[in-house]
C-alpha cells in the first residue's frame, strides 16, 4: 500500500503527517517504510534530528520522477510505504500519483489553500483515466481552527473538488510543531494530547479509507 501525501502548495502538513502517520502505522503494529519524494529534504532533517537509537521506520530519499517510478522496488516488503510530497514541483507530485494506491491531499481551511489543492486534484482525475479509478483520493484538514465559520464553509468547496473529505484532521497545535522540530512526533512527545488522539483517529480513518471497497 503506497499513500501519498501531496499539495504543491507549501508548508500545509505534508510532512507533519508523513511523520505522525507513519510513527501511528508503526506503533499499530505495521511495517512502514518513509519516502522522501522532496528535494528539500525535510524528512531526511526530521530524521537526523531523532538522532541515532530512534525506534523510527526506515527512509529513503527518492526525489526525482525517474526515481519515485521505482518505488515498486523497494516497497514489496513494507505494509505501508507514506510518500512525504513534494510541494512547485509539478512533474515530481504528477509521478508520484501514478505509483500511488492512496493520495491523501492536507488542505488548510483558506481560501488560498483550497486553490492551491487543484493542481493535485486534476492530476489525480487525469490518470484515473487511464487507470479505472486508481488511485484513490481524499482531502484531510490541517491546522483546523475549530468552530470557526471559514472552516465550514471551507468544506463545503472542497467537497465541490469531488473527492471526499476525512471526519479526522488536524488542528492549529504547537504540540505538532514542537514534536518535528526535535525529530518526533506527537505520539512521542505528547502521547495522551489532543494531538495524538488526532493522530491516531486520522490513521485509523485512513487505513479503512485504503482498504474500503478492495
Ligand atoms: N497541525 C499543526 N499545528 C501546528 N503547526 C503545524 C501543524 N501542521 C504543521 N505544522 C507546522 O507548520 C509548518 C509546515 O508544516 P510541514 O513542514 O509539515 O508542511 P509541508 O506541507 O511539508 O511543507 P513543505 O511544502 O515546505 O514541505 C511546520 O513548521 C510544522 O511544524
Ligand atoms: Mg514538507
Redesign the pocket.
Known amino acids: 500500500m503506497i499513500i501519498a501525501i501531496l499539495?504543491e502548495?507549501?508548508?500545509?502538513?505534508?510532512?507533519?503527517?508523513a511523520t505522525n502517520l507513519a510513527r501511528a502505522f508503526q506503533k499499530a503494529g505495521q511495517k512502514v517504510l518513509l519516502v522522501d519524494s522532496?528535494p528539500?529534504g525535510?524528512l531526511r532533517d526530521w530524521l537526523a534530528a531523532a538522532g541515532e537509537g530512534g525506534d523510527y521506520p526506515p527512509m529513503i530519499a527518492m526525489d526525482k520522477p525517474a526515481m519515485i517510478k521505482d518505488i515498486k522496488s523497494v516497497s514489496g516488503q513494507h505494509d505501508v510505504v507514506i510518500v512525504?510530497g513534494?510541494?512547485k514541483s509539478i512533474g515530481m507530485i504528477a509521478a508520484t500519483i501514478t505509483v500511488a494506491d492512496v493520495v491523501l491531499i492536507?488542505v488548510q481551511p483558506s481560501g488560498f489553500d483550497l486553490w492551491a489543492a487543484n493542481s493535485v486534484v486534476d492530476l489525480v482525475k487525469q490518470r484515473r483515466e487511464l487507470t479505472e479509478g486508481r488511485p484513490k483520493a481524499a482531502f484531510i484538514v490541517?491546522?483546523q481552527i475549530t468552530n470557526t465559520r471559514l472552516a465550514v464553509e471551507s468544506r463545503q468547496a472542497l467537497l465541490e473538488l469531488g473527492f471526499p473529505i476525512l471526519n479526522a484532521y488536524?488542528?492549529?497545535?504547537?504540540a505538532?510543531?514542537q514534536s518535528?522540530?526535535n525529530g518526533r512526533t506527537v505520539l512521542d512527545t505528547e502521547p495522551d494530547g489532543v494531538?495524538a488522539r488526532e493522530i491516531r483517529a486520522l490513521a485509523q480513518e485512513v487505513e479503512e479509507f485504503a482498504h474500503a471497497g478492495r
Open positions: 499539495n502548495k507549501g508548508g500545509v502538513g505534508k510532512t507533519t503527517l522532496d528539500q525535510s512525504d513534494c510541494p492536507p490541517s491546522r488536524t488542528s492549529q497545535r504547537i505538532y510543531a518535528s522540530s494531538a
